[in-house]
């Protein structure tokens, strides 16, 4: 019975189980931020292209699609309106570059804790991820982000 309901979800979702969110993190914030960062790879093993168009979480007023520029000798962010994952490829949030920006967080992210996201695609549609709360400073590569 449990195969059968999973196919049937295959057939009726087959976008959604293409798309695959892979450890998904923020860094822990400073009492009293007001923002934070959240970072992941997105991986399409589908045949068609998709496209991150927005994502929302309780523990923020707003979640924005952003990326990270120089302007001259300054990093500035900017606000983009999705991220494209190609078919059969994969698109990485990180760092320094393209990332997910909780504007108006509720309250400091703290380490160890996990934050939900709802992620939603173009076409694959609504996917939950957990977020995990890295130190602060964390760079995501080795152990700066807890694996689970």
Do not use: C
């Not at 449990?2 to 892979?22: D, G, R, T």
């Not at 998904?24 to 923002?35: D, E, H, I, K, L």
């Not at 959240?38 to 496209?51: A, E, K």
């Amino acid at each position: 019975m449990n195969k059968l309901l999973f196919l049937l979800l295959f057939v009726a979702f087959p976008a959604a189980a293409q798309v695959h969110v892979q450890n998904p993190w923020a860094r822990a914030t400073p009492p009293g931020a007001n923002s934070a960062g959240g970072y992941m790879l997105i991986v399409n093993r589908g045949t068609t292209p998709d496209r991150l168009v927005g994502a929302s979480s309780p523990a923020a007023a707003r979640v924005e699609t952003h990326v990270s520029v120089m302007e001259g000798d300054v990093m500035k962010m900017r606000h983009v309106p999705g991220y494209d994952i190609p078919a059969g490829g994969r698109f990485e949030l990180k760092p320094g570059g393209a990332h997910l920006m909780f504007a108006d967080i509720k309250r400091s992210f703290k380490e160890g804790e996990k934050i939900p996201v709802k992620l939603r695609f173009q076409r694959a549609g609504e996917i939950d991820a957990e977020f995990a709360v890295a130190r602060m400073g964390a760079s995501g590569h080795g152990m700066d982000i807890m694996k689970h």
